[in-house]
């Protein structure tokens, strides 16, 4: 209630501000960029560059640089021509007043001759290393979403392969996975988890850390990844942070659903370099405070970002790369009674990744990238049964990574090479306390203690060969090394994709591969037996075919399937798949003895997504799919797991009437997920709640649905920018149901609801 009076409030503050007739000056400002060849990563020089329904353009000179001046403020489309490479464009180029926006283009040799039709794959050209299972977004794409509000991790719930579950966590559920099997890059540079209140063992959270105003673009992998990419069964995302501005400082402002902060860049180095930082605060303990609600339930959480580039010569850069987030909260006992929870305490949480990268260029021939970097999680937590005021957990737990990664790409004639390793060194120290208590089927478990250090080391080599076996046929051939010290297993994983163009409009791919995973630290440490457990293994099967209806709209049609082995079970709780505790019991928990590895599951679908760019005033993204995701427990049978919705449909769009104006929506309709009801005899016995033993995952939720609403304005000034938007979340107010708890207070079950109508506002200020 006070964010949606809060949001109400600055909405009608900014109308009354900057209402529709006010008088604003749109400037002028310059697009700004380097183009290069995409497999070796050298400047092209020549290449036209083309701003789309206008007379503006420019050429690319030795260096690949560009620039085009006195661009009016507003929205464009850059096309790149350049002879012996595919044509390629560049959609939502925001210009704004004396401001330079820049535009890097990355250009792939052609080798297939021209053919009568026309239409090109340059809004869509995600690499051919991977041909299936990737998707592409840019930063206005990720920052305009409706749904999002500013987390990268959001805009993907409207993607076929991802599960809808709540609203109230961003977690990945790609193809039947679960959130422990995502993986994170940010400029060649691993993050475990990109949230602030991370789950651990988990890469989910409830807020997104990344600030999305650094973000140049989004490379987003449902499955077939490629052996570059290692240690995770399920997906990959990788995040392009953009350069700073190298030739004057720039500041901006922000107020939004996350909260305030602000960001500043400029040159380094003469021009040679350049630096970016942003600081952000939440603000909602700050607001309760100062109206007095009467809640002591406050949220704080912060960030710090920031990249540093420079040039030691035309052929070698470094980076440096921070990104630090900082979270608390606090619950007591009166408002753990008042708002129904079971548990309430203290969070307090640290997480903190610095890097540095080396990228070197190889004269025309290739390029390397080599990064160092460390991470950082600290676990603080407390929490107080709420009915008998006995604290049940105490975590005191650290982890820490030192990694080393080097990657290397070169282009051998047509065909190219791309190989490298990564090293690392993973430490972890626990001192927790877990009171006596029921577990989830009602077994009594005595009071435990976790007093443990973990020291790990972990090394993995990879090579790919792509080979144009013929003018429209490539394949590309992978083999992975992995091993964990913890785990001591040497592990290969062979992957093999195949593309196959049809025509110029049409690609039919296929791709196998096998993909292994450590287990995670907060369960690999409660017993020493664990560590005889072998990695986590994941078998990818995808076929699709994918067909441009235009320059701007593809459609594409894939079929999957992934059969996982090796995933531990308790013996004491056979039927329950231990990895889906993160959703049901929100964390890994103690467990009395020894895990086994007889957890098998298997997951198979198939999506149909329709996407749109913003070529000229509409785009959109239509998609479906229907899956199965099930697991076979120690007792050898089959269940549903708790992610599988069986079928999803969303549909997301928006229009840009003008330069100033853009409305969008975002429809979601997901099938109800699995869940086990309660034992209610022994529940209501226990006063707390117990799952029904012989009913697990039998039971599910109402179907999902839900639409978000959203405009966005823009304010140009003489020597100023300005952006606002305003959303309204689950705009007709559907009651989707979260789960279901066992009431301590009435001793009887209740439900946990979704947000229900939630209007979401965020102001950017430029200067």
């Known amino acids: 209630m006070v964010l949606r009076i809060l949001s109400i409030i600055i909405f009608i503050l900014l109308t009354g501000l900057f209402p529709v007739r006010a008088q604003s000056v749109a400037g002028s400002g310059a697009i700004r960029g380097k183009i290069v060849d995409a497999d070796t990563q050298a400047p092209l020089a020549g290449v036209n560059v083309s701003v789309l329904h206008t007379i503006l353009g420019a050429s690319s000179d030795i260096d690949g640089s560009f620039l085009i001046s006195e661009v009016p403020a ?3 489309t ?8 595919a044509p ?7 210009v704004r007043s004396r401001r330079i926006t820049v535009v890097d283009m990355e250009m792939r040799p052609t080798v297939i001759d021209a053919e009568a039709v026309t239409v090109t794959a340059g809004y869509f050209s995600e690499g051919s290393s991977q041909p299936l299972s990737l998707t592409r977004f840019s930063q206005e794409e990720i920052r305009r979403a409706p749904g999002s509000a500013g987390d990268v991790s959001r805009i993907l719930m409207s993607l076929p392969s991802v599960a809808k579950v709540n609203d109230q966590s961003n977690s990945l559920i790609v193809r039947g996975g679960s959130p422990v099997e995502n993986a994170f890059y940010v400029d060649n540079i691993e993050i475990p988890n990109i949230n602030h209140f991370p789950t651990q063992g988990s890469s989910g959270g409830p807020i997104g850390l990344i600030n999305v105003d650094f973000i140049k673009e989004v490379d987003f992998s449902a499955g077939g990844f490629p052996a570059r990419y290692g240690n995770r069964l399920s997906s990959v995302m990788e995040l392009s942070f953009r350069e700073g501005n190298r030739s004057e400082f720039d500041g901006q402002l922000d107020l939004n659903f996350a909260g305030f902060g602000g960001a500043a860049e400029g040159p380094l180095g003469g021009g040679k370099g350049s630096w970016l930082f942003s600081a952000r605060r939440s603000y909602l303990d700050l607001l309760i405070k100062a109206i007095d609600t009467g809640t002591s339930i406050a949220p704080r959480y912060g960030d710090y970002q920031g990249k540093l580039v420079y040039d030691l010569h035309p052929r070698h850069q470094l980076t440096l790369l921070g990104i630090f987030g900082d979270d608390h909260s606090h619950s007591d006992r009166e408002a753990a009674q008042e708002n129904d929870m079971t548990v309430y305490g203290t ?5 903190n990744t610095a890097g540095l990268n080396w990228r070197m260029l190889w004269t025309g021939k290739g390029f390397s990238n080599t990064s160092l970097s460390y991470t950082g999680l600290n676990f603080r937590e407390d929490y107080f049964e709420n009915g008998s005021d006995i604290r049940v957990v105490r975590n005191r737990s650290s982890e820490q990574a030192w990694k080393l990664r080097n990657l290397n790409h070169f282009r051998l004639g047509p065909h190219a090479l791309e190989f490298g390793f990564e090293a690392q060194h993973r430490r972890a120290g626990f001192d927790n306390r877990y009171a006596a208590f029921s577990d989830a089927l009602g077994d009594n478990i005595a009071p435990q203690q976790l007093t443990r250090d973990i020291n790990a080391r972990q090394v993995g080599g990879f090579a790919s060969l792509t080979l144009q076996l013929l003018p429209r046929f490539t394949a590309t051939a992978g083999l992975r090394g992995d091993y964990f010290s913890a785990q001591p297993e040497a592990r290969l994983s062979p ?7 049809l025509s110029q409009r049409t690609t039919l791919s296929g791709s196998a591969g096998r993909y292994h995973q450590p287990l995670p630290v907060v369960l690999l440490v409660q017993q020493a037996e664990n560590h005889d457990l072998p990695l986590l293994q994941a078998t990818h099967y995808v076929l699709g075919i994918s067909h441009l209806l235009s320059a701007d709209t593809r459609l594409s049609v894939e079929a999957y399937r992934k059969d996982y082995r090796h995933f531990p ?6 039927a329950l798949f231990l990895i889906d505790e993160i959703f049901y019991r929100y964390g890994f928990f103690f467990h009395h003895g020894p895990l086994n590895d007889e957890g098998q599951a298997a997951s198979r679908g198939i999506e149909i997504m329709l996407q749109k760019k913003l070529a000229d005033k509409v785009y959109g993204l239509v998609s479906a799919s229907y899956f199965r995701s099930e697991y076979r427990g120690g007792d050898g049978r089959w269940r549903e797991r708790v992610f ?11 229009y840009k009437p003008n330069r100033s104006w853009e409305f969008s929506l975002r429809w979601i309709y997901a099938g109800g997920a699995p869940y086990t009801p309660f034992d209610e005899t022994a529940s209501r016995t226990q006063q707390r709640g117990v799952l029904a033993e012989a009913a ?10 839900s639409l978000n609403l959203r405009f966005d304005r823009r304010f140009q000034f003489d020597r100023a920018n300005m952006v606002f938007y305003f959303s309204v979340w689950n705009a007709y107010n559907r009651r989707n149901i979260a789960g279901y708890y066992w009431n301590i207070t009435e001793n009887r079950p209740d439900e946990i609801t979704q947000w229900g109508v939630l209007p979401i506002f965020g102001l950017e200020f430029e200067y």
Do not use: C, M, W
């Open 74 to 76: 507003g929205s464009y």
């Open 78 to 85: 850059l096309s790149f021509d350049y002879l012996g490479y």
């Open 88 to 94: 390629a464009g560049k959609t939502d180029v925001i």
């Open 347 to 351: 969070q307090d949480y640290g997480a």
């Open 495 to 501: 992957r093999l994709a195949l593309s196959y163009q």
């Open 569 to 574: 079970l308790d013996p004491a709780q056979p």
């Open 644 to 654: 599988d919705n069986r079928y999803i449909f969303s549909a997301e769009g928006g």
């Open 696 to 705: 697990i995952n039998s039971a599910r939720y109402p179907d999902y649905h």
